[in-house]
């Protein structure tokens, strides 16, 4: 199945087609009302750890390294991704930052990790059920 997922910085007016608009940032966007922002969840869980965004906002570590590090912690955390691929499986799904740069942000790692454990879950799903071919065959 294919997904419709989109990243967009929040501060971007709110368009029809977002979808669910879901801010994935553990800080408030600076000069932002939640009134003003039509947003379906703020989800934080499924942000860098704040350790690991300050490392990089800082410049004390690469984004290759950043992008290693934060695809451990989902890794580490798989269920953080839930919530989303919620959203995601009821239709489009607009990822909001408030990153000036959103290729260099954690949205698009944000992205690829969650269509993986989409594709990972629907693959599971099709190996439980047996196709009609073999229905009484199986033992």
Known sequence: MSYDIVLKRIYRPAEPEDGARVLVDRLWPRGKRRESLALTDWYRDASPSPALR???HLGEIS???FA???????RDDPDCLIPLMRHARRGRLTLLSAARELDDSHLPI???ALLQALEAEDAEERELTSPPCFKGQIR
């Open 110 to 112: 944000l992205r690829e």
């Open 54 to 56: 300050r490392q990089y």
């Open 68 to 74: 290693a590090r934060y695809r451990g912690e989902l």
């Open 63 to 65: 984004h290759a390294v």
